[in-house]
C-alpha cells in the first residue's frame, strides 16, 4: 500500500518562509509527475505548483518567484520550498503524485493527507 506523508507546514509571518515535504512509501517503482495543491478556506483546491520525471517545473502565477518545487528521487520524495508568504498563501497544502506502483507500468494516483499553512499579517 502507497501512502503520501506530508509534513512542514505551521504558522509563520508574512514575509517568512516554510519548507513542506512529502514523502511516500510503500510499493513503488518509480514517480513520473509530483506537484503540489492548495485549499483556501472557502475555496476549490488549485495547482500550486508541479514537476515532472525529468525535473520539469510549473507554478501557479500566484506563487512565481516565491515557490520552488524539487524533488529526491532516491527518497521517492518532493518540497515545496516557500518564501515570502502572504496572508492569502493561507490554507491547507496537499501533494498529489503519479506513480508507478504495480507491475502492470501504468501510473495511478496518490494524495497527501494534508498540511496547514498559515500566514498572518
Known amino acids: 500500500q502507497v501512502q503520501l506523508v506530508e509534513s512542514g507546514g505551521g504558522l509563520v509571518q508574512a514575509g517568512g518562509s516554510l519548507k513542506l515535504s512529502c514523502a511516500a512509501s510503500?510499493?513503488?517503482?518509480?514517480?513520473?509527475?509530483m506537484s503540489w495543491y492548495r485549499q483556501a478556506p472557502g475555496k476549490q483546491r488549485e495547482l500550486i505548483a508541479i514537476i515532472d520525471a525529468h525535473s520539469g517545473t510549473d507554478y501557479a502565477d500566484s506563487v512565481k518567484g516565491r515557490f520552488t518545487i524539487s524533488r529526491d528521487n532516491a527518497k521517492n520524495t518532493v518540497y515545496l520550498q516557500m518564501n515570502s508568504l502572504k496572508p492569502e498563501d493561507t490554507g491547507v497544502y496537499y501533494c498529489y503524485i503519479l506513480a508507478q506502483t504495480s507491475m502492470d507500468g501504468r501510473l495511478y494516483d496518490y494524495w497527501g493527507q494534508g498540511t496547514q499553512v498559515t500566514v498572518s499579517s
Open positions: 510503500g510499493t513503488i517503482f518509480g514517480i513520473d509527475t
